[in-house]
């Protein structure tokens, strides 16, 4: 089991629906992160919350909407996805602050589908 | 590719055998690390390496680093058909303040 802890751990949602992945960790950490991963592919990072303040959004598509409402939890919101949008979305958290680099704990992601 | 390029993309050997993957970029980092992910689940940090750093172990993992030829390795010594996943590196380059994934590779071992 990992200190990440991410549900659902399945979703399925219509292209109309509005859902929310959520994630949590109680290490301290001050990072945390979303990551979007396709079958065989590597993790692509989405957005970096460093001290609860979004520091980095990777140009993502405004139908998904990161909210950060305290250091130990994150969340994300979705709304009128596409069926491409379909990925393991995992949540990561590390100590941050001027550890940039500082290694990744991640969760076991929510599997969503998009029908 | 900005994600850097790991090889072999695919790896199949017999338990007990010794498994090596190599990770190449084209940047300047400060750190590389390298993650294993079994089938679903997520990412585990196996070992970081520092850019002034040519070699760490750790358990039955070795990892090189080699700035001049801007590449790195993991050999894992005599394999376990738990070792069976998916291995990525991550570079963390300087100024980017983000890590950055290499394409994988999928490690099989035949018991």
């Known amino acids: 089991d990992t200190e990440v802890t991410q549900t659902p751990k399945h979703l399925v949602m219509g292209m109309t629906n509005k859902k929310s992945l959520k994630c949590e960790q109680h290490?301290?950490?001050?990072?945390m992160y979303w990551y979007k991963q396709k079958a065989k592919k590597p993790p692509e990072l989405m957005f970096v919350?460093?001290?609860?303040?979004?520091?980095i959004n990777e140009s993502v598509p405004s139908r998904f909407s990161p909210e950060c409402p305290n250091s130990s939890l994150l969340n994300l919101h979705l709304h009128a996805l596409q069926p491409e949008d379909s990925a393991l979305y995992l949540c990561?958290?590390?100590?941050?602050?001027?550890?940039?680099?500082?290694?990744?704990?991640f969760g076991n992601g929510t599997r969503l589908t998009v029908t | 590719s900005q994600q850097g390029e790991e090889d072999p993309q695919a790896l199949s050997i017999q338990e007990g055998e010794n498994a090596t993957m190599n990770c190449s970029y084209k940047?300047?980092?400060?750190?590389l690390q390298w993650y294993r992910q079994n089938s679903g689940r997520g990412l585990v940090h196996l070992i970081l390496?520092?850019?002034?750093?040519r070699e760490k172990h750790s358990g039955r993992l070795r990892v090189t680093l080699d700035t001049s030829k801007k590449s790195s390795s993991l050999l894992i010594t005599a394999s376990r058909a738990a070792d069976t996943a998916s291995y990525f590196c991550?570079?963390?380059?300087?100024?980017?303040?983000?890590?950055?994934f290499g394409q994988g590779t999928r490690l099989t071992i035949n018991p």
């Open positions: 990561a958290s590390s100590q941050g602050g001027e550890r940039f680099y500082s290694p990744l704990h």
């Open positions: 290490m301290g950490h001050r990072a």
């Open positions: 919350y460093s001290y609860e303040k979004l520091s």
């Open positions: 940047t300047s980092i400060n750190n």
């Open positions: 390496i520092r850019s002034n750093e």
């Open positions: 991550a570079r963390g380059d300087r100024g980017a303040q983000k890590l950055v």
